[in-house]
């Protein structure tokens, strides 16, 4: 069965770290473009990051220089390193391909900034 799994949320307080993980199959994984997408209490899921397979990334205003996207191709495992986060961070995340699937979201990780 094709999978995503996320994990590496929790609680934070604002300028703290988190890591994230997506764990996936190689078929969703291997050639793609893949991305972190987030989904705030109200608001509509939003493109964070993505990365291609060969290096090339991007991020969205909000957390460029704060956050950090790596993949291990060997392990098809996406990262996302947050860093100096702050309360506008929290937000349930999700990995999936960039533009993303519709067959592909999992259950996300949430992350909680709060004092």
């Known amino acids: 069965q094709v999978q995503l799994v996320e994990s590496g949320g929790g609680l934070v307080q604002p300028g703290g770290s988190l890591r994230l993980s997506c764990a996936t199959s190689?078929?969703?994984?291997?050639?793609?473009?893949m991305g972190w997408y987030r989904q705030a209490p109200g608001k509509q899921r939003e493109l964070v990051a993505w990365?291609?397979?060969?290096?090339?990334?991007a991020y969205i205003d909000s957390v460029k220089g704060r956050f950090t996207i790596s993949r291990d191709n060997a392990e098809n495992t996406v990262y996302l390193q947050m860093d100096s986060l702050k309360p506008e961070d929290t937000a349930v995340y999700y990995c999936?391909?960039?533009?993303?699937?519709?067959?592909?979201w999992g259950q996300g990780t949430q992350v909680t900034v709060s004092s």
């Open positions: 190689g078929s969703i994984f291997r050639g793609y473009v």
């Open positions: 990365m291609a397979s060969g290096g090339a990334s």
């Open positions: 999936n391909q960039y533009p993303p699937s519709t067959h592909y």
